[in-house]
């Protein structure tokens, strides 16, 4: 499938227009790391407390991101899974995971800062869906709705023990995960009756939120994954300089390095300007980007080394322009499907994974930009410094281009060509 048949573009005639406009978008992104003192860590690289919290019905973010920060709190909400979950992820900062018992500080400074917004006023009672088994226990065996007293205090209180925990994992399961509509939903559980319903309404109410899992990660682990995700990276690109430069040329395999690094710096400038957090999703979202580029970059160069075995005698700028514009309906059609998907995974994907689809969206658009822009005009300029450097290189003769499979062997004189004003 072709989108244009037999293009003419120059592009190596406008190679310092593309110059020009990726040396403005890498000192724009450089500017704002600097000025904002280095790149912004997700809690995964800087330490911090992750709360996630399960609503009955959509949550106003606004009025918790305010209730928050009025308790010093400072959070970062992100919404993910389906819409109709009302699941949200609460990021802490390292003030949390200060404490000893961070796990259980920062969930219990989320319960109480969102309580002040969901109690609905129920001064005196418990909240039932952040409440443990140990605290619904002991409310049922003083309020003794089942009359187990005669029993003797320690039956009352297995039973009432053995009544909570079910009523808990009754509330924990799916499709609740912490959250129930009502009391009367767990009649579902064994022992429950119509006493013990009127006993948890008397001394318990429903916010209609639960935190249902907690994670932390400590300031020590943070750098380490830092350290880590940059070892990962430079191992990755000095693979892809091994392989470009076993399979064609050093040349090659430098220009397309370049090329790659051009593009993650770019995209970190922009993740800077946004104020987009770098976490370990979007680190794997540049590693996809990195291997993209360099694909694309591949291609082309594998097509440039192909013509220069077929035409030796071509000149190398218009070998090149010629290379890039035969495969030129391969690069639309392959970038711009990927671009479609990854912009919609972009765009209905959720806040989750939305720096790494955002990373994708920036690396196809760049990546491609980059194969003929940057690392194909970097090997016309190593050509042209290592023709210049040769005897007989004036404009009298040329010698051949200095790249794989057309190299002059000692003693022959069959690279020497015609002035370009001498053809027919």
Do not use: C
């Not at 959070?75 to 900062?93: A, F, N, Q």
């Not at 822009?373 to 410094?385: C, F, G, K, N, T």
């Amino acid at each position: 499938m072709e989108f244009f048949h037999n293009p003419q573009v120059d592009w190596m005639g406008k190679k310092k227009y593309f110059i020009t406009t990726s040396i403005i978008l890498l000192v724009v992104g450089i500017v704002s790391i600097a000025a904002h003192r280095g790149l912004q860590y997700g809690v995964d690289f800087r330490g911090g407390t992750m709360v996630y919290v399960k609503f009955a019905h959509a949550p106003d973010l606004g009025a918790m991101g305010r209730q928050l920060n009025a308790e010093k709190l400072h959070p970062t909400l992100v919404t993910y899974g389906r819409s109709s979950e009302h699941e949200i992820m609460v990021s802490l900062d390292l003030q949390t995971t200060a404490h000893f018992n961070a796990l259980d500080q920062g969930r219990a400074d989320i319960v109480n800062a969102l309580s002040k917004i969901y109690s609905k006023g129920s001064a005196g009672k418990d909240d039932f869906d952040n409440a443990s088994a140990q605290t619904i226990a002991a409310r049922l065996l003083i309020d003794d709705p089942l009359h187990l007293a005669a029993q003797g205090t320690d039956a009352a209180q297995n039973t009432y023990s053995r009544m909570a925990q079910a009523m808990v994992n009754f509330r924990n399961g799916s499709p609740r995960t912490g959250v129930i509509e009502g009391f009367n939903q767990l009649r579902a559980v064994a022992g429950v009756n119509g006493a013990v319903i009127s006993s948890l309404e008397k001394n318990f109410y429903l916010s209609g939120f639960s935190v249902f899992n907690t994670q932390i990660v400590g300031p020590k682990v943070g750098a380490t994954l830092r350290r880590q995700a940059l070892y990962v990276v430079l191992a990755g690109l000095g693979a892809m300089l091994v392989y470009v430069w076993f399979r064609f040329e050093l040349i090659f395999g430098v220009a397309a390095i370049i090329a790659t690094f051009h593009d993650v710096i770019i995209t970190l400038g922009i993740f800077s300007l946004l104020g987009k957090d770098i976490s370990l999703t979007v680190i794997a979202a540049f590693l996809t980007l990195i291997g993209y580029s360099m694909n694309d970059t591949i291609v082309t160069f594998d097509r440039i080394r192909e013509n220069m075995h077929l035409n030796k005698r071509e000149d190398f700028r218009d070998l090149i322009n010629r290379s890039i514009n035969q495969v030129l309906s391969r690069t639309i059609l392959t970038s711009g499907l990927t671009f479609i998907a990854v912009m919609a995974l972009y765009l209905f994907g959720g806040d989750v994974i939305n720096g790494f689809s955002l990373v994708l969206v920036i690396g196809v658009i760049i990546g491609t930009y980059s194969s003929f822009a940057i690392a194909s005009p970097l090997v016309l300029y190593w050509e042209d410094r290592a023709r210049a450097g040769k005897p007989g290189s004036g404009q009298a003769a040329k010698i051949k281009p200095a790249v794989p499979g057309a190299r002059l062997r000692p003693g022959k004189t069959k690279g020497i060509r015609e002035p370009a004003g001498a053809r027919r």
